[in-house]
């Protein structure tokens, strides 16, 4: 069974870092695009960023530009979520979030199936 295991949430002083850890125990690499999700209480989960498995090509919510990364190591079963300048605004539960096989494009969500347990990151205002 597929699994996904997030870690390296925490709480950080407004522009500081954290960065974000997702385990896959299946293969994170192959046809698989991965994406980085997250909520807050009352509000639906929404798209922070993904990466496809054709080209590697990545997408980013625009409150997010410019100061979070995805990235993917397929060696080691990991994507990573590194997020810069944190703001209050950025405190959310985060989930981590593997496609079908074969999903074209990353920002469907209904392409989603398997889905980690969150992790929580708190920016303090």
């Known amino acids: 069974q597929v699994q996904l295991v997030e870690s390296g949430g925490g709480s950080v002083q407004a522009g500081g870092s954290l960065r974000l850890l997702c385990r896959d125990s299946?293969?994170?690499?192959?046809?698989?695009?991965m994406a980085w999700y997250r909520q807050t209480p009352g509000n639906e989960r929404e798209l922070v960023t993904c990466?496809?498995?054709?080209?590697?090509?990545?997408y980013y919510a625009d409150s997010v530009k410019g100061r979070f990364t995805i990235s993917r190591d397929k060696a080691r079963n990991t994507l990573y979520l590194q997020m810069n300048s944190l703001k209050p605004e950025d405190t959310a539960v985060y989930y981590c979030?593997?496609?079908?096989?074969?999903?074209?494009?990353?920002?469907?969500?209904?392409?989603?199936?398997?889905w980690g347990q969150g992790t929580q990151v708190t920016v303090p205002s």
């Open positions: 979030a593997k496609s079908r096989e074969y999903a074209e494009e990353c920002t469907s969500r209904q392409d989603y199936y398997t």
């Open positions: 990466i496809r498995w054709r080209n590697d090509l990545t």
């Open positions: 299946g293969r994170i690499g192959g046809a698989f695009n």
